[in-house]
């Protein structure tokens, strides 16, 4: 059971150049999540979905966007990379609340340097 | 969803008990405690969760406050492995499924 997977685990980019860091999951979770974490911060919560087709704003959208077609992928996108973005990212996923604590599980995460 | 405090940092010796406290004083009464950790830059790891009464596991023990404004997270004998940063926090049951993060504890075991 691979769990939470990120790809790429490591990237460089330019100061305007944009990119996908992708996330999937296998265990059939319907909310998903993206965080970022700054050099000896805590988790900041990006964008989440509670399901295919919606998503809504965390706690620091600006400078990303997501989509969430499928269940088991929620890709986040960086149109116009800017050093503020350089962070690591880390996706997570949770199974549906239905009365039920909402334990979440996180992928390994993804360290993205903007130069 | 209520916000929790903790302090910055802790130690603890090997093979000692680790009591981890943190606060909630406005939690509500569908909101459950849950535990995290972060070693090194991994992704965080689930612990533990609660919401009224003490839980155990092979991890951790929970013990939450008879009025749910504070809680304590117990590593029973604590190793080197055990150094991370622990983040308590809140979350509704079946309410917003965002889960919020603080700056968590910086828990260093010491040999």
């Known amino acids: 059971n691979a769990g939470v997977t990120q790809t790429p685990k490591f990237r460089i980019l330019k100061i305007g150049q944009s990119m996908t860091l992708q996330c999937t999951q296998d265990?059939?979770?319907?909310?998903m999540y993206w965080y970022r974490q700054d050099p000896g911060m805590g988790l900041k919560l990006i964008y989440y979905?509670?399901?295919?087709?919606?998503?809504d704003k965390g706690e620091v959208p600006n400078g990303y966007n997501v989509s969430r077609s499928t269940t088991e992928d929620f890709p986040l996108r960086l149109e116009l990379a800017a050093p503020s973005q350089t962070s690591v990212y880390f996706c997570?996923?949770?199974?549906?609340?239905?009365?039920?604590?909402?334990?979440?599980?996180f992928g390994e995460g993804s360290w993205l340097t903007v130069v | 969803d209520a916000k929790t405090t903790q302090p910055p940092s802790m130690d603890c010796a090997e093979g000692r008990a680790a009591n981890l406290p943190c606060n909630h004083s406005?939690?509500?009464?569908?909101?459950?405690v849950y535990w995290y950790r972060q070693i090194h830059s991994q992704g965080p790891q689930y612990i533990i969760h609660?919401?009224?009464n003490n839980e155990t596991n092979e991890m951790a023990s929970l013990i939450i406050t008879e009025d749910r404004k504070s809680s304590t997270l117990i590593l029973p004998h604590a190793t080197l492995r055990d150094t991370a940063v622990y983040y308590c926090t809140i979350i509704t049951q079946g309410g917003s499924e965002k889960l919020v993060f603080g700056k968590g504890m910086k828990l260093t075991v010491n040999p």
């Open positions: 265990m059939n979770h319907n909310y």
């Open positions: 979905s509670v399901g295919a087709g919606i998503t």
């Open positions: 997570a996923s949770s199974e549906t609340g239905m009365g039920r604590p909402n334990t979440i599980y």
């Open positions: 406005t939690i509500s009464g569908n909101e459950y």
């Open positions: 609660g919401l009224k």
